[in-house]
């Protein structure tokens, strides 16, 4: 089946400090999805991108799907960034539909 | 409006015991699903429920089961509890079935520690 992975696991920044994060897919996609996981365990959607660039704020992304991988930007970071960052690429539809989740990254940005 | 509500938020139970874990769907959505996250496999498919059938199911031994009411609510059961079941159990509710474009909201979870 499709994997997914992300990198690096692990990011410790500085406030302020801009980012970026990456994700591999092995194979070709119907969609690709970042989300936030914020301390609590509260899951938030950031972006639906499965080709192209958006921009949501400080926050961004680009998908290549031509390459299989998609980036995410943050710039100007703040403590409320902190967390694990998860994409995950959508296959199939209907009843066969899945989302196959990375291992995530977990960053944490200090004040 | 209220978003998707996990009940309860923390639950410890002991091998061999059976749970149910409950997910409130936003109001109007008719499609939950149920994932699981652990520290070593990360976050993986368990099913949705859609007009109170399942339409899709992941990989999970058949200890696992789930059922949604005529009011959208979810049901998550886990019976004979093993120590590899403790987890995060998260729920996500969508409008209408899960697709590509879909927009799902996930609730807290409910961190489940199985001793």
């Known amino acids: 089946g499709i994997q997914v992975e992300q990198s690096p696991p692990d990011l410790i920044l500085q406030e302020g400090a801009n980012s970026t994060l990456r994700c591999n897919f092995s194979?070709?996609?119907?969609?690709l999805q970042w989300f936030h996981q914020n301390p609590w365990g509260q899951l938030i959607n950031l972006f639906y991108i499965p080709s192209g660039t958006k921009q949501n704020g400080r926050l961004s992304a680009t998908t290549v799907a031509t390459e299989r991988y998609s980036l995410l930007y943050i710039s100007s970071s703040q403590t409320t960034d902190s967390g694990v960052y998860f994409c995950?690429?959508?296959?199939?539809?209907?009843?066969?539909?899945?989302?196959?989740w990375g291992a995530g990254t977990k960053l944490i940005i200090k004040p | 409006k209220a978003g998707v509500t996990q009940t309860p938020r923390y639950l410890i139970k002991t091998r061999g015991q059976q749970v149910t874990l409950s997910c409130s769907p936003i109001?109007?959505?008719?499609?939950v699903s149920w994932y699981q996250q652990t520290p070593g496999q990360g976050l993986q498919f368990l099913f949705e429920?859609?007009?109170?059938?399942?339409?899709n199911k992941g990989n999970f031994p058949g200890r696992f089961s789930g059922r949604q009411f005529s009011n959208s609510r979810s049901e998550m059961n886990v019976s004979t509890l093993e120590l590899g079941d403790s987890a995060l159990y998260l729920c996500a509710s969508s409008l209408v079935p899960q697709t590509i474009n879909t927009e799902a909201f996930f609730g807290q979870g409910t961190r489940l520690t199985v001793v």
């Open positions: 429920y859609f007009s109170e059938t399942q339409r």
């Open positions: 109001s109007g959505h008719r499609s």
């Open positions: 995950a690429a959508a296959k199939g539809v209907d009843s066969n539909y899945q989302l196959i």
């Open positions: 194979d070709s996609v119907n969609n």
